[in-house]
T-cell receptor, first 114, second 119 residues
């Protein structure tokens, strides 16, 4: 069975600082990986996804993530955060192969302070 | 981008009654929709996969007779919580994935969620 571990439940940073949100997964098969963001009182929004190809994936709002198969990680990064990036971030995994079922991590609350 | 709506956004009901939640894909057709449950400070847990024109596929541990899912059309799926009890209080979220040239796009769009409180 697949599982996702987000190592940090909360990450506070100052505005314009870099940030990395960590995500590790476990799976016995090849996986597809996703990062979603949930702003207060809103639905989840896809930030980026890795299906195949380049291991460095660029998403919306200046975020990027790198797939590392040997370390089974898919960490999310942004070089300079804004106050508006304050939100809950979820890492998710799918086994693909036609199945779009997602298994989510517990989420990381990113708080950007002025 | 694709939009998924849910109705109602919040509902309060008495124990023993049933509640229906609607999930609609507004600008695309979805043969498959997903229903999740999210507890406070926790992740989303997949409850079931809703398939248009056929029975839903429930995840292990989810009572199919309690959480009735009907995917009546390519743009509408409903979740009915039957004989609701306080432990069913939660945040219910649906999602849908528009196909890409007839194949899965692996890009799910989520509704804003429905807060259910059972008193």
């Amino acid at each position: 069975a697949q599982s996702v571990t987000q190592l940090d439940s909360q990450v506070p940073v100052f505005e314009e600082a870099p940030v990395e949100l960590r995500c590790n997964y476990s799976s016995s098969v090849s996986v597809y990986l996703f990062w979603y963001v949930q702003y207060p009182n809103q639905g989840l929004q896809l930030l980026l996804k890795y299906l195949s190809g380049s291991t460095l994936v660029k998403g919306i709002n200046g975020f990027e993530a790198e797939f590392n198969k040997s370390q089974t990680s898919f960490h999310l990064r942004k070089p300079s955060v804004h106050i508006s990036d304050t939100a809950e971030y979820f890492c998710a995994v799918s086994e693909g192969g036609g199945s779009e079922k997602l298994v989510f991590g517990k989420g990381t609350k990113l708080t950007v302070n002025p | 981008g694709a939009v998924v709506s849910q109705h109602p956004s919040w509902v309060i009901c008495k124990s023993g009654t049933s509640v229906k939640i609607e999930c609609r894909s507004l600008d695309f057709q979805a043969t498959t929709m997903f229903w999740y449950r999210q507890f406070p400070k926790q992740s989303l847990m997949l409850m079931a996969t809703s398939n248009e024109g056929s029975k839903a596929t429930y995840e292990q541990g989810v009572e199919k007779d309690k959480f009735l899912i009907n995917h009546a059309s390519l743009t509408l799926s409903t979740l009915t919580v039957t004989s609701a009890h306080p432990e069913d209080s939660s945040f219910y979220i649906c999602s849908a994935s528009p196909p890409l040239f007839g194949r899965p796009s692996y890009e799910q769009y989520f509704g804003p969620g429905t807060r259910l409180t059972v008193t």
